[in-house]
């Protein structure tokens, strides 16, 4: 069965194929990709990254002060809403909290140890 979401979602990828102008069969062959991809992402976990890319501030995995774009992108509090009015500066997308990750889960899954810091060139 498929969510609403992904209904939606398949519609717009049959839009793309008549648009692109693919022949029909495409289309079986684009569903099936796209099942298989949705089934993936299924298990795909937030990085969790650890620290600010801005400023380089420590940001632990179950803190909820902690803001990422959806290609995950992540910026502490202070530098998400004062400095960039919750619009990630790399992609242009809006900024979201982070959920935080349950302690108990962060020995099995912890977050990651790589960082990404951008200092801003101004
Ligand atoms: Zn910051
Ligand atoms: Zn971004």
Known sequence: MLSAASVVEWQVIVHFCVC?????????????????????????????????????????????DVYICSFECTWCA??????????????????RRRPPRAAHLLEQFPGSTTRVFKPVQS
């Open 20 to 64: 692109g102008q693919l022949p029909v069969e495409a289309i079986s062959i684009v569903y099936h990709l796209y099942e298989k991809l949705s089934r993936i992402s299924g298990f795909t976990m937030l990085e969790m990254r650890p620290g600010c890319e801005r400023c380089d501030k420590d940001l632990a995995p179950d803190s909820v």
């Open 78 to 95: 202070s530098c998400a809403i004062d400095s960039m009015q919750g619009i990630c500066p790399n992609c242009g997308g809006g900024l």
